[in-house]
């Protein structure tokens, strides 16, 4: 065989056909978003093999995120699984952010016409998280997560050009003082407590939102604010528990504070989520204080470098979580010229 036809052969071939289609979008879509909210839409341009990445805003949730940054950061965590599906299956992705200032809904066009030279470090265990990655909103054991886990945690989030802080003691106790600041705001807040009642779901419902068994309970004690989605309505709260005395708060940062730090803020979110998973440690988001401007602009620590807070988590251990509903690969996934 002569030496160029042997190089080719060598070179894998990729097929971008439906049935990587349907394995890219679905990991895509089990990315975590505002209110399971999922607001995302997917198109495929054969020519030039770029799946672009859609704003869905009929599934926004306009009361809690007016300016659409929980929008953005819901799409890009989508984004950031969309990689790491693509780099599963063997390409090298090229990821453009924002690419069309004329297309402002069209947040990230992922181009899969490169096969990759060499697998990249950890992709498989990410893949693999992917479908085992869910928001826990009960009570975690109160175990610590390591030192070594939580530095992991935070090169995650470094690799998408964001940073994770690790606030002490005192810092979180403020931090969570906000978060039931907004807490109490978003529960007595005519639209918020609309909006987000008009979230949960029961019985034979659309594959969004958040399913009544997902709610999870309240901190018996107060310490720990997580939100009331029931929005004080009584029947369906669950029984108060008993959640860690000390939780693990984590705080995601950008330097900047645009639409494209908003979407690095989702990649690094679900890089930093999926990594967790990896280590069995689980998590939820604390976003409460991010729905309102003056509250998170107080959650920015003054003896930290300037930024801007994109949101909380909380890291512990317990169980994996059962998973939210999803829309089907094909209800989100428009076929090129639609």
């Given at each position: 065989m002569p030496d160029d036809a042997h190089l080719e052969a060598a070179v894998p071939t990729l097929a971008l056909d439906a049935t990587a289609l349907e394995k890219l979008v679905s990991a895509a879509v089990a990315a975590p978003s505002i209110h399971n909210s999922q607001p995302w839409r997917f198109r495929l341009e054969p020519a030039t093999s770029t799946l672009e990445v859609r704003a869905a805003r009929e599934r926004a949730v306009p009361a809690a995120d007016p300016q659409g940054r929980a929008l953005h950061i819901s799409v890009g965590a989508a984004v950031l699984?969309?990689?790491?599906?693509?780099?599963?299956?063997?390409?090298a992705p090229d990821v453009r952010l924002l690419p069309d200032p004329a297309e402002p809904d069209l947040f990230a066009a992922v181009r899969l016409d490169t096969p990759a030279t060499a697998p990249v470090p950890g992709t498989e265990q990410l893949y693999e998280a992917i479908w085992h990655r869910h928001s826990i909103r009960?009570?975690?054991?109160?175990e610590p997560v390591p030192p070594a886990v939580l530095d992991e945690l935070?090169?995650?989030?470094?690799?998408?050009?964001?940073?994770?802080?690790?606030?002490?003691?005192?810092?979180?106790?403020?931090?969570?003082?906000?978060?039931?600041?907004a807490e109490r705001r978003n529960t007595t807040d005519r639209a918020q407590r609309a909006e987000s009642r008009d979230w949960i779901r029961t019985g034979d419902t659309p594959p969004y939102g958040i399913p009544v068994a997902a709610l999870g309970p309240q901190d018996l004690a107060g310490r720990l604010p997580m939100r009331d989605f029931a929005a004080l309505r009584a029947?369906?709260?669950?029984?108060?528990?008993?959640?860690?005395?000390?939780?693990?708060?984590?705080?995601l940062t950008t330097e900047h504070d645009t639409p494209a730090d908003w979407l690095r803020a989702g990649a690094a979110l679900e890089h930093v989520?999926?990594?967790?998973?990896?280590?069995?440690?689980r998590a939820s988001l604390l976003h409460q204080a991010m729905e309102w401007p003056y509250l998170r602009w107080e959650t920015r620590d003054p003896h930290q470098?300037?930024?801007f807070v994109q949101m909380l988590i909380r890291l512990g251990y317990?169980?994996?979580?059962?998973?939210?509903?999803?829309?089907?690969?094909?209800?989100?996934?428009?076929?090129?010229g639609d």
């Open positions: 699984n969309l990689r790491v599906a693509a780099r599963h299956l063997g390409w009960t009570p975690f054991t109160g935070a090169t995650a989030a470094r690799a998408e050009e964001a940073t994770l802080h690790l606030p002490d003691h005192e810092e979180t106790s403020r931090l969570l003082q906000l978060t039931a600041e029947a369906e709260h669950q029984a108060p528990a008993v959640f860690e005395h000390e939780p693990r708060i984590a705080v989520l999926l990594t967790a998973t990896v280590h069995g440690v470098r300037p930024g317990g169980p994996e979580g059962a998973p939210t509903p999803r829309l089907a690969a094909g209800h989100v996934l428009d076929q090129a």
